[in-house]
């Protein structure tokens, strides 16, 4: 027959034994945890120089360093990321658009999916022309 | 025979063992094979450890000498890429053994679920291994491996535990470096031990049956002597593949200039034909999946005596074919069939 005073007694002493355990390893978890995947990430110059826009020519133009890529259309400019959207390597630029060499994601001139696993469209990042002309890209949004 | 005083080692058999177990057709050796990989593994893998730099411009450097400078480097670099692989294919082969056999019924499902954690270790180790070299091939599977961590459960967390900083750098090399030559390899061998010992507890490879004679031999010498000879085969075999397919170095990794088009190594690259389908109908969804049917379905599998029910048995392992068929095609397509940007070649 089943003696309820020992189950309970043996079923309070489990459910210690797993409450401790289990604290301990939640704690010790965090705080290892965050320490071990601190982003560690260092704030840098976001706003980065790419020229005056006399010298910008018109179409696509590609600043792999900043891996960015502006579009000029007259006088009007955009930068887009050249990170890709899909899993993050590095597209190309064409006279008809983007490709990407990793898994075959196509753009268009503004960025936007043509073909290929790409989600969206390519970042799209703020651009300033400051009265001296020179234009500056923000390449904030692409280090978060 | 010597029984009474057995030396630790000859504690891995029983003092006797099923001779059905013995014939070579019971194993294929399989299991035997995994750990000669795993002793080539650790044997070359501490050769390496002695020249090998962890940092993103010395590990390439590092990689550069070992292959030209150093004497026989070359060659211990080979074997132990071509054990690396030779040990990942011999998994999947022991696991569609084990799947083929139902043996994952009663007692014999711990043991099972050790050998599935033993696979993804054994598959991490491997992928971590990859990403040393810092070549080309290795800086665009980490960046696209690091994004697609963060489609999984808990993904930001995994990403910045490998990345250790806003970028690829030397942090990243470092972790990866840990986790290859020290966290993984402890792992592998605590949960091996513990695998064998399994066997032992589970009274050998076989459940004892009606229907075959239980004849048992000694383990000293007709276990050790088979597992000798195969250890030795499995030496040959890899130093022979080692000699006539010397491991490639890719150019060394240029982070904004990813080569067009960049393919993964020939083990990984349908992953990445999977991938160009959808992260999340090639990637997220087939290894959750996967993992969940192949941990789980074979406990449901089995009866409640803890034999495997015929169809179900059947079953799981035309799974296991079919899932391994896919990726063998999409291998297939991914290093033939795609050139430059990824686009169909016919
Ligand atoms: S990373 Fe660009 S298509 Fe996959």
């Not at chain 1, 309070?12 to 604290?23: I, S």
């Not at chain 2, 006539?244 to 982070?255: G, K, N, T, V, Y």
Request: aromatic share 14%.
């Amino acid at each position: 027959m089943c003696n309820t005073k020992e189950s309970r007694r043996k079923f309070l002493k489990k459910a210690v034994q797993v409450a401790g355990v289990a604290t301990g390893l939640g704690l010790t978890g965090t705080v290892a945890g965050q320490y071990i995947a601190f982003p560690n990430t260092i704030v840098p110059v976001l706003k980065k120089s790419v020229g005056m826009l006399a010298e910008i020519p018109q179409g696509i133009s590609t600043y792999r360093n900043f891996q960015v890529a502006i579009i000029r259309n007259n006088d009007h400019v955009t930068a887009k990321s050249l990170v890709c959207t899909h899993l993050g390597c590095i597209v190309s630029a064409s006279t008809k658009g983007f490709t990407c060499p990793c898994h075959g994601s196509r753009f268009d001139m503004q960025g936007n999916v043509v073909s290929g696993p790409a989600p969206k469209a390519l970042v799209s990042l703020p651009v300033e022309v400051s009265a001296q002309g020179e234009v500056f890209v923000d390449i904030g949004t692409m280090l978060s | 025979m010597a029984v009474q005083s057995r030396g630790f080692w000859a504690h891995i058999h029983a003092p006797k063992v099923y001779s059905r177990s013995l014939c070579f057709t019971a194993t294929f050796g399989l299991g035997v094979g995994l750990l000669s990989c795993m002793l080539l593994l650790f044997f070359t893998g501490a050769l390496l450890l002695f020249t090998y730099i962890p940092s993103m411009q010395g590990a390439y450097s590092s990689l550069q000498e070992i292959t030209w400078s150093y004497p026989y480097g070359h060659f211990i670099r080979t074997v132990h890429n071509i054990s690396g692989t030779v040990f990942v294919i011999l998994l999947a082969l022991h696991f569609f053994r084990v799947l083929w056999a139902g043996a994952y019924g009663g007692t014999r499902y711990k043991n099972y679920v050790i050998g599935v954690s033993l696979m993804g270790l054994g598959l991490c180790t491997f992928v971590t291994g990859y990403i040393l070299p810092m070549d080309q091939v290795a800086y665009w599977a980490l960046t696209v491996g690091l994004t697609l961590l963060e489609y999984f459960p808990a993904g930001n967390f995994l990403k910045h535990l490998v990345l250790g900083g806003a970028t690829i750098d030397t942090p990243t090399v470092v972790r990866l470096y840990f986790m290859h030559v020290a966290v993984f390899p402890l792992l592998l061998v605590l949960l091996s031990f513990l695998h064998l010992w399994r066997v032992r507890k589970d009274n050998g490879l076989y459940v004892q049956s009606k229907k075959h004679s239980v004849q048992k031999l000694t383990a000293d010498p007709h276990a050790y002597i088979r597992e000798a000879t195969l250890f030795i085969v499995t030496v040959i075999a890899i130093l022979l593949i080692a000699h006539f397919f010397p491991a490639s170095l890719e150019p060394r990794a240029a982070p904004l200039y990813p080569p067009n088009p960049v393919k993964a190594i020939w083990l990984l690259v349908g992953t990445q034909e999977l991938l160009s389908f959808s992260v999340f109908w090639g990637g997220v969804i087939p290894i959750v999946l996967c993992s969940i049917f192949f941990v789980f379905y074979p406990r449901v599998a089995c009866d409640q005596y803890g034999h495997p029910i015929q169809s179900r048995r059947y079953f799981l392992f035309s799974t296991a074919i079919s899932v391994t068929a896919i990726y063998i095609g999409c291998t297939i397509v991914a290093i033939w069939f795609r050139g430059p940007n990824w686009l169909l070649l016919y």
